[in-house]
């Protein structure tokens, strides 16, 4: 009977840890505590991210397209590239894209090899406006600048290593980073190198969107 009941408390510690958003989980779960400080986080975002689109009269995915073709390689400028980059299928940003044309702030580009593929790329109109947009974060450049250096290093690593999980779990994808790069290593005696740039990487040299990574190649 002992047994049995310690077995029910057990399996009531497991199912109540499945809710992190269960006020009486959190009084003694800090991993519940962290999750919800995640989400809060993200609401930041959004609310900034919908302010800086309202002011300018177009939607949020629409202002991170426009800073993602700002900033990315013709490569990751197609209609399949950024339908995997944003976790979206290629019809919404296909009509995402499509009112930014019909906004005159993008254009597109046939490709030589693929006529039926497109490159996007900003008109003097669109890169006028990524520039009032894509500021949407400063908040949070603002607050990160009052955290000492040492625990900013810290919060990162631990940031970029949830991604990594997070990608190896297929929750996001893809993840252009060091971790997640065929070019990167660490070893007790080097530390961590990039192998491409030829280059000892402190945490704050680890990079999350690099223009030269290569993904780990699955076995």
Known sequence: MH?????IVMKKVVTRHENPFDLNIQIESLDSKVIIAFEKISQAFRVMLWDKAKEYGISPIQIQLLI??????PNLRKVTSLAIEFNMTKATISDALRTLENKNLISRTPEKHDYRSFVFSLT???????????????SFMEVLMDIDPKEKEALYLQ??????????????SPVRMCLTCTHFSKEKSKGAYCHFLELKLNVKDLRVDCTVHEPIEEI
């Open 3 to 7: 047994q049995l009941n310690a077995s």
């Open 68 to 73: 993602h073709i700002k900033n990315h390689h």
């Open 124 to 138: 003097s109109s669109g890169f006028a406006l990524v520039e009032n947009v894509e500021n949407y974060a400063e």
């Open 159 to 172: 940031l970029i290593q949830l991604i990594q999980k997070f990608n190896q779990q297929e929750v996001l």
